[in-house]
């Protein structure tokens, strides 16, 4: 029996320096963590937590802390990018708002002129008035994206005729393409389908669309309007000036314009109000450069009678 004594007591004592060893990595892994913490506080890194120990409760510690640093550099990322692109907004928001005002404050100033002759008062208060309706154009459009950024925008799908919405804005912007020597080539499909949309949001994008357009377009606007199996799909097609392969993704983006140097004549938000309108009507856009040609393509929901 003495020899079943003194077994228990060398298992007792065994367990006892084995918890003893155990509690003591476990301290030093701790203290690790601790001190690769306390660095990365004072000098943040791409390194992650690294233990050499095998106690699997701190590894798995090591692993959640991993796993909160990783997060917390991508809310840094996120939040970093946010806050360059709400710098470039304000500046941009600033410049397009101010060339029009300067513009406008300047021919005020001619037209207190003495002495000023009739016809030159009357071109006056017609560039004028131009560009009173260019900054008017510029504020709905902030005003609208800011809208749609916030969801405070109400959306009421019903039956629509797309082409009798298109063909109607063509005809208000008929003395534009006249003034601008365009030419617009529509071909509309016979019998079409009506779609299943919003129509204030479809006429803003349709709008926004042949307002894109007229900015660009050099000699001729090409509109196709047809259907392919469950959509209707309207594509336009314009010159692209200096657009390149690698724009064209970003043609959505908020202030994005091809050509860097801003003049007032445009903000970059239209095609990022018309992408938010299409997706809230469960629609589909693209966009594509063929031969120096942009085709942007709205894919309408067709109208299903129930």
Known sequence: MEWMGYGVGIIGILVGVTGITLFLLSQKEVKSLIEQLEKFKSNPTNQEIRLRGGNKLCEQLAIKINETLREKK???????????????????????????????????QLLEQEHLIEDKRNQYLKIIKGRAENLKSLI???????????????????????????????????????????????????????????????????????????????????????????????????????????????????????????????TGVGLAVVKKLVAMINGKVDARLVENQLIIGIYFNKYKNK
């Open 74 to 108: 991508r809310l840094q990322s996120e939040y970093i990018k946010m806050d360059r692109q709400l710098r470039e907004a304000v500046a941009n928001i600033s410049h397009d708002l101010r060339t029009p005002l300067t513009s406008i404050m300047g021919y005020v």
């Open 140 to 266: 709905e459009s902030f005003y609208e994206l800011s809208k749609l950024e916030s969801e405070d925008y109400t959306i009421c799908c019903e039956e629509i005729h797309l082409e009798r919405i298109f063909c109607e804005l063509v005809a208000n912007f008929y003395q534009d393409f006249v003034d601008k020597n365009l030419e617009i080539q529509m071909n509309i499909e016979e019998n079409l389908p009506s779609i299943w949309a919003d129509e204030k949001a479809t006429t803003r994008i349709l709008l926004n669309l042949i307002q894109n357009a007229l900015r660009y377009a050099k000699k001729n606007i090409e509109v196709n309007i047809s259907q392919e199996e469950e959509r209707v799909k309207i594509q336009i097609a314009n010159e692209a000036g200096e657009l390149k392969a690698e724009d064209v993704p970003h043609l959505f983006d908020r202030f994005f314009m091809v050509n860097r140097v801003r003049n007032g004549e445009g």
